[in-house]
């Protein structure tokens, strides 16, 4: 599918494959975050951001914070919203996971980098997530160690 031999850059590639992928989609429909591109063609991010920055540039596709990159301007563009924050939901999910003691108290959760690649999300996102568990309560973190699942006395009350 990549010419790695030829004359143009991987990254102007992908994004010419992405062009035929998004011509075909309605305005306001979300494309391929940067991690679902780095898996699918074994890139580096910096490939996958700009490659999705060719794309931005042309108009195609515009991006919004925390929420991804969707199909067409980003004037007035109609966008598919979602119902909860995609930090909110990773949150939700550990914390089901803690309830449901598939992690453990003083016990690791997995990393940024596995969280990353779980989520198909940027880096902040799973920052932002982890932010708000330490918030409420659910987790602590030690320093050069990682994230621990707190004592059950530490959780927060339903």
């Given at each position: 599918m990549l010419d790695?031999?030829?004359?143009?850059?991987?990254?102007?590639?992908i994004a010419d494959i992405l062009r035929r992928r998004v011509s075909g989609l309605a305005s306001g429909q979300p494309v391929?975050?940067?991690?679902?591109?780095?898996?699918?063609?074994?890139v580096a991010r910096t490939t996958?951001?700009?490659?999705i920055h060719v794309l931005r540039e042309e108009g195609l596709i515009y991006t919004v914070q925390g929420e991804?990159?969707?199909v067409g301007?980003?004037?007035?563009?109609?966008?598919?919203?979602?119902?909860?924050?995609l930090y909110q939901q990773i949150a939700t999910d550990l914390i089901d996971q803690i309830k449901a003691g598939t992690?453990?108290?003083?016990?690791?959760i997995p990393g940024e980098t596995a969280l990353v690649a779980q989520h198909g999300v940027a880096r902040e996102?799973?920052?932002r997530a982890m932010?708000?568990?330490r918030e409420q309560g659910w987790i602590y973190t030690v320093a050069q160690r990682g994230s621990y699942v707190s004592p059950k006395e530490s959780w927060p009350q339903d």
């Open positions: 790695y031999e030829g004359d143009t850059h991987i990254y102007l590639q391929p975050s940067e991690a679902d591109i780095q898996q699918e063609f074994g996958a951001r700009r490659a991804g990159a969707f301007p980003a004037s007035g563009a109609p966008r598919q919203k979602r119902k909860v924050p992690f453990q108290p003083r016990r690791p996102t799973v920052r932010a708000l568990l």
